[in-house]
C-alpha cells in the first residue's frame, strides 16, 4: 500500500497533538506521556495518510441475444454476455440491469439503453458490450432485437438500434473513457428479404473523443460464433482484460492476437479509437484480480449428463436433455446436436432421386450447385459425420438443409481408413486442392 499526503496539512486533534506530518515523519507533541497514547496515535497517523485513493467509477452495459424468432438463432451471444458481465463486475464495473441482458426486443433494448445513459452521468468510464446479430445498411451499424423482423430497408430504423445512438449517449455523458465492443459480426440474416444496401459485416465507425470500438472482426468481415459455448473473441476478451497491468491499447492487441491464434487467422479483430488522454488498465497492476467466473451446479450436473448422451442417436432423450439444462453452455451443444440430427434424419429418409445411380468420388453427375471433384474446402467446421451411402449429395443436403453451413466437403469410402463415407459442413472456408477421393462444393447464402 502506498500513503501519501501533502506536507505539511494540518489534521484534527488527536489523543496527542499531530504538529505536521509527511510521508516520511510524524512528530507528535504528547498531552499524555503513556505509551497508550503515543501507540495509538501513529496508528491514527497511519491510516490518515494511507487512505486510499477514489477507484474511478465504471458502468457498463452487457448485452445478448440468441434467441431470434424471425431469423437464425445464435447458440453463443448469451454465454458470451453472461461471461462478460461476471468478468467486468468483478472488475469494479457497475451493470446496468444488475446483470447481463439476455435476448431483448425492441422495447426491453430501448429500456435498458435508457437506464445506461442515466447510470453515465458523474460515471467515469463507460463500456457497451454486445453479442448477438449485426448488420450494416448504408454505412451505418445496426443491432438486432431478437423480434426483428424487416421486410423493406425502412424497417430497419425502427426495429433496430442504430449504434450511433450508444456513441451518442457515450459522448454527451461526459465520461473520461468510452469502451464499446461488437461482438456482432456475423453472417446478415436478413440478406434474402430485400434489404439491397445492406453489406456483409459491420462498418467502420469513427471513434468520438476518449472512445475505443473494438470488432471481433475487420469491417465488413464476417465473425464466428464459434463452438465450445463461447464465441473465439468473447472468450479471449473474458481472459485478456484480468491481466493485471495491462494497458489498454496492449489489451487489445492481446485479444486480437489471440483469436487470430485460436482462428488460423480466419478472423482478425480490428479496433478503432481516437486519442486516450488518461492511462486505463481493467485490472490494475498489485490488485487482487477476481477469479475467473465458476460453472453453476446446473452447468455441472449438465457437463455430468453430456458426457453420457453426446452420442445418442435418439431425438427424444437429446430433447430432454436441453428441456432441463436449456440456459447451460451444454443447453446449446444439445441442441445444435438435436437439429443436426433431425436435418440428418430428414436427408436420409428423403434421399435424392437419383440415388439407384450413386455417386462416388470418381462418379459425380448431376449435382445441382457449385461443386468440384478432387477439391477440399479448409475453414471452420461446424458439424462432421459418416453417411449411410457413399453419395456425395447426401453431404450437399445436409449443408443446403444447415442455414450456418456455406461449404462442403465430401471423402469417399476409398479415401477413409473406415471404409465409411464422410462429410464435412464449413463455414468461412478456403479452397485448397484434394485428390481423387475427395469432392468440394459451396452452398450461397
Known sequence: MTCSSGQGEKTPQLLGQIDYFTPRDVVVRYQSGSLTSLLLTMLIAAAYLCVPARADNRVALVIGNSTYRNVTRLDNPKNDAKLMAETLRGLGFTLAGGSAQI???????????????????????????????????????????????????????????DTALILAAMEGSGTKLNIVILDACRNNPFGGRGLRSAAGGLAQMQAPEGTLISYATQPGNVALDGTGGHSPYTKALAQ????????????????????????????????????????????????????????????????????TIQNTT??????????????????????????????????????????????????????????????????????????????????????INEPRCTAWVYRAPEGRTDGRPHCWLRNNVIRRPGDNATISGDVQR
Open 103 to 161: 435476448d431483448l426486443d425492441k422495447a426491453a433494448f430501448d429500456d435498458i439503453l435508457q437506464q445506461y445513459s442515466n447510470l453515465l452521468v458523474g460515471a467515469d468510464v463507460a463500456l457497451f458490450y454486445y453479442a448477438g446479430h449485426g448488420v450494416q445498411v448504408r454505412g451505418s451499424n445496426y443491432l438486432v432485437p431478437v423480434n426483428a423482423n424487416p421486410v423493406r430497408e425502412a424497417d430497419v430504423l425502427f426495429q433496430m438500434v
Open 240 to 307: 485478456t482484460i484480468r491481466k493485471p497491468g495491462l494497458g489498454i491499447f496492449d489489451t487489445f492487441n492481446q485479444v486480437g492476437v489471440a483469436v487470430m491464434q485460436a482462428t488460423g487467422n480466419a478472423q482478425q479483430p480490428w479496433v478503432s479509437t481516437s486519442p486516450i488522454k488518461e492511462s486505463f488498465q481493467f485490472a490494475t497492476s498489485g490488485a487482487q484480480v477476481p477469479a475467473a467466473p465458476s460453472p453453476s451446479a446446473a452447468t455441472s450436473e449438465a457437463a455430468q449428463v453430456w458426457g
Open 314 to 399: 435418439s431425438i427424444a432423450v437429446l430433447q430432454t436433455f436441453v428441456d432441463r439444462f436449456s440456459d447451460t453452455l451444454y443447453g446449446s451443444m444439445g441442441r445444435a446436436r438435436l437439429e443436426e440430427l433431425k436435418k440428418y434424419q430428414a436427408a436420409t429418409a428423403n434421399p435424392p432421386a437419383t440415388d439407384r445411380n450413386p455417386v462416388s468420388a470418381t462418379s459425380h453427375v448431376d449435382m445441382p450447385g457449385a461443386y468440384e471433384p478432387n477439391m477440399d474446402r479448409a475453414g471452420i467446421t461446424i458439424a462432421e459425420q459418416n453417411l449411410p451411402g457413399p453419395d456425395a449429395r447426401l453431404c450437399q443436403s445436409l449443408c
